[in-house]
């Protein structure tokens, strides 16, 4: 999955959590989850919870600590995707 | 270890006039079942309505969380309750009856999800008749700060 479709699908689970839609519409791979967005801990633990759904993916206590901006979050993903796969 | 239901309400962070929880019926690790009386002599009575006192929404909500999440977190985190700084995030509660004065009430919590540090719970709240008030679903935040 490349890492464009895959912004478009983060962008689509982060949408309810967010107050701050322009930031949302100029995402990129720099943008952080709580100081752009503005998405609180607990919100983002539920899109924590929506990624692995989405992916069907499992996202352990240290791997979510990393996932703080779009960057990350994406890596993250692909590692346990690969991991999957394999 | 798992905890008593007396050493649950010990370590709950509530204290008169804003603990409310009377009784722990049961918890397991899906969920907890615990009890209410509203006094009659609770100050928010004199106020909430004047001359018709009505137990307010906010506090059947505080009830919820109080029963539902703090003592089903305490539960959940075993030996780890030291430090433990809770902060409720959403709710979502549809109220159906009036509570009154003197009322008991019993609430039921059961367990969603536990995830990194969030908890959260479907909640109903029931009166002596067994008829559901109010029900609804409470997320909170629950953490350990560690003392070093």
């Not at chain 2, 509530?14 to 006094?39: A, Q, R, W």
Request: charged share 25%; with cysteine.
């Amino acid at each position: 999955m490349n890492n464009e479709k895959m912004i478009n699908d983060l962008k689509e689970i982060i949408t309810p959590y967010t107050e701050n839609k322009e930031a949302l519409n100029s995402i990129t791979e720099q943008t952080d989850f709580l100081v752009d967005l503005k998405i609180n801990s607990a919100n983002l633990v539920d899109i924590i919870l929506d990624i692995e759904e989405k992916f069907n993916i499992e996202i352990d206590n240290d791997s979510m600590a990393k996932m703080l901006n779009v960057k990350a979050t994406i890596a993250i993903i692909q590692e346990k995707l690969a991991a999957n796969a394999g | 270890m798992v905890k008593s239901h007396q050493e649950i309400l010990a370590l709950l962070p509530y204290t008169k006039p804003f603990l409310f929880v009377d009784e722990i019926i049961e918890i397991d690790e899906n969920g907890v079942k615990g009890s209410f009386t509203f006094h009659e002599d609770l100050d928010f009575y004199k106020g909430h309505f004047k001359d018709f006192p009505v137990t307010p929404g906010v506090i059947l909500t505080e009830t919820m969380a109080q029963i539902g999440l703090a003592c089903l977190g305490i539960f959940l985190l075993g030996d780890e309750v030291e430090n433990l700084t809770i902060a409720m995030t959403s709710t979502n509660i549809e109220f159906l009856k009036p509570v009154y004065p003197a009322e008991k009430v019993v609430v039921i919590s059961e367990k969603k999800y536990f995830r990194f540090n969030k908890l959260k719970c479907e909640v109903r709240m029931e009166n002596e008749a067994g008829e559901i008030v109010c029900k609804g679903e409470i997320a909170g935040m629950l953490i350990v700060k560690n003392n070093g």
